[in-house]
């Protein structure tokens, strides 16, 4: 529904603060849902395109906020730009703020029209801050994985690490535990087993430690590396039994996790993680896929060491148990060599 803006003001006003807020007669129109012929009108009588407001933004910011490509074609065919700076601290960016806002529509007209070549540029939150984020990641956080393909088709870095914990779009999408979000990614061309620049996590050892499942159970079936371990020698096992979390737990032993890594700096095991965290279930399930409970780490601490010095008393029971027997088994083993 179009609603009544008044008369068009003269060429020496048009340009003018209508309201607090200093939008502009063209701010105005393009909020207030005015016939496109308007639009145009103004801009043909001295409208300017890339006039701000107090938030500053320019009309196309409108156009993009209240979703209508037909006004940002217009816009841009008339002169408004897609990027600039607009203060000292902040650049406006068509492309982001789409991404940002989920405006497919919209994010194809500027695509169409030259937006790939700030497809890897930050911008502004629709409140005038300057983000750290690029498009591709805004649009990833912000739940629209339906823009991650036209966005990489448009150069789009996916791989690119963005933003004040540096992340990419798929650490993202895992922190989001969006199955769908990861798959479209991969697909589009983000490394599988790339590692963070400073944590050195793969995918899967982020999805671990952040405990998204979901996001962890779909980079196993793309086939991710089950036992890489980060820059302090965590598995993904690791971070699960370390987490108390079972069902990814489950999911590494069922893909054939290795169940007794070490970490290279300390010598623990998964094991060894769960029973200081006091995991019975996840002490019994490793238990009961072979994990050995008489491994010791550099500290000569096995998995029950570590239970009693975390008070852990439900899995200080069941090591000790497994303890022992594993200890009279490899008796029993040593024996059978010198039995006459």
Known sequence: MAYDVGSRPNRAMINSPRDSDGNTYLHELIRKDAAIDVIRDAIENGADVNALNKRSLPPLAVAIQYNKPEIAALLLDKG????????????????YMASDTGRGEVLKVL?????????????????????????????????????????????????????????TPLMIAIENNTPGGVRQLLNGG???????SETGRTPLN????????????ALIDCGAELNAADATGMTPLMFAAENGDIGLAGTLISARADIDLRRAATNETALMKAARKGSSEIVKLLLGAGANPVLADSFNRTALRHAEEAYAQGTRFLLEDAEQKALQAQFEAIYRKYRP
């Open 111 to 167: 695509l169409a029209k030259g937006g790939g070549a700030y497809a890897n540029s930050p911008g502004m939150t629709q409140d005038g801050r300057q983000a750290s984020l690029l498009p591709l990641h805004i649009a990833v956080k912000t739940y629209h994985y339906d823009l991650i393909e036209p966005l990489i088709a448009a150069g789009a870095l996916p791989n690119e690490e963005a933003g004040a914990e540096k992340k």
């Open 80 to 95: 408004a730009n897609q990027y600039f700076p607009v203060s000292k601290s902040a650049d406006f960016n068509a492309v």
């Open 190 to 196: 983000a490394d599988l087993e790339r590692r963070h």
């Open 206 to 217: 982020h999805a671990a430690q952040s405990r998204s499942g979901a996001a962890a159970r």
